[in-house]
Nanobody, 123 residues
């Protein structure tokens, strides 16, 4: 299982981004997916997770309602839509996979990790 996160970049405060996580080497429908981030000097934290079938999503309260997670199992891709970006959203964003029916926001629950994509919010 390999995960490739992309879509990061430099964004103005208040802007939007859509991050993508593409799975290869296996079928996405067999996995729940989580998005995590690590800001400079901070621990990695979970921000969103989505169940295998996409019917259940779990968004961390501290990013609600600005973060939305979705998936397209045909394209083997999970998305993280971020709106109204804030300086505090600056971080490396990672996607992770676990072969359970639903995902949590705990990184220890995940077995496979992508390499991360940098999001920088700055004016």
């Amino acid at each position: 299982v390999q995960l490739q996160a992309s879509g990061g970049g430099l964004v103005l405060p208040g802007g939007s981004l859509r991050l993508s996580c593409v799975m290869s080497g296996s079928s996405l429908e067999d996995f729940s997916i989580g998005w995590f981030r690590r800001a400079p000097g901070k621990w990695r934290e979970g921000v969103a997770a989505i169940s295998r079938e996409g019917s259940i999503s779990n968004i961390a309260t501290f990013v609600q309602p600005r973060f939305t997670i979705s998936r397209d199992n045909v394209k083997n891709t999970v998305y993280l839509q971020i709106t109204n970006l804030e300086d505090e959203d600056t971080a490396v964003y990672y996607c992770a996979a676990v072969s359970t029916n639903w995902g949590t926001l705990w990184e220890s629950d995940y077995d496979y990790w992508g390499q991360g994509t940098q999001v920088t919010v700055s004016s």
